[in-house]
């Protein structure tokens, strides 16, 4: 690939590398931050890259034996302190794009909020996903029909501190009002637990498959929560009737993803 020129009026002409090295330059910083991960990295090399920002946690402590019935057979219910949770994520999807083209805004870039617990498959921690609502009905046919995991459509506005969802098919609802607040020095086990997933599992025919991602490590603020009205369900699980366990805020992360593998 020949280089790109560039005239610079005050310096003439300066010679730089190719875009798509300079990209990639970036993301060779990104995979070199890995002493936070649980486990290797992968040893292919990375296929798609997106950013997850502006993000919300919500987590609650719930049921162990209900939760475990909700999984495929083949995959373990991840405890902490013998305890497992289920969290509810609303956050922005933005620049979506394989590995060597640029992403494009009307389709890459969207709302979304899942709902997801924590599981482990030979020795690999990560999340599996009960529902993903996109806020663009194509973006959410699109990445249901190629990645396999449960997208469908939901109308999604979001403002400064506020973000609002509601999906008329599954009748799940929210309307949460907040402030962010300091960014956490230091996170606690339960945070590192419930944050640093570098797995996500889904069943497509009977099968299992894990996607493989990557980045740095989550950085959280406090977050204050001044309006949480939601209505989201679970078969023999109602968790979110009550108030959340643990609540967090983080500006978001680049991500590196793989190629699923049946596992």
């Keep these: 690939m020949r280089p790109t020129v560039l005239r610079i009026k005050e310096f003439g002409y300066f010679w730089v590398s190719t875009l798509p090295h300079l990209i990639l330059g970036k993301m060779d910083h990104i995979l070199s931050q890995k002493n936070h991960r649980p ?11 997106q950013q997850w920002n502006q ?11 209900l939760l475990r019935a909700l999984l495929p057979k083949k995959l373990e219910l991840d405890l902490f302190d013998g305890k497992a949770y289920v969290s509810l994520v609303p956050f922005s999807m933005q620049q979506i794009r394989p590995k060597y083209l640029p992403s494009f805004q009307p389709i890459s870039d969207f709302h979304e909020v899942n709902i997801r617990t924590y599981v482990k498959k030979d020795g690999k921690g990560g999340v599996y996903f009960f529902s993903l609502e996109a806020e663009k009905g194509f973006s ?21 501190g506020r973000y609002v969802s509601s999906n008329a098919f599954r009748k799940f609802f929210l309307d949460v009002e907040f402030a962010i607040q300091e960014k956490r020095a230091q996170k606690t086990e339960m945070e590192k637990f419930l944050t640093e997933r570098y797995a996500a599992f889904v069943e497509i025919n009977g099968k299992l498959f894990r996607y493989d991602i990557h980045h740095k490590e989550w950085e959280i603020k406090t977050v204050e929560i001044r309006k949480l009205e939601l209505d989201y369900r679970l078969p023999g699980l109602e968790f979110a009737k009550k108030q959340p366990d643990l609540v967090h805020y983080s500006d978001g992360v680049e991500v590196l993803a793989w190629p699923k593998v049946e596992v």
């Design 39 to 49: 486990y290797e990295l992968p040893k292919q090399s990375w296929r798609f890259y």
């Design 55 to 65: 993000v919300l946690f919500f987590h609650w402590a719930v049921d162990a034996e």
């Design 140 to 160: 959410a046919y699109l990445s249901r029909n190629l990645s396999g995991m449960p997208y469908e459509k939901a109308k999604i506005e979001r403002s400064e």
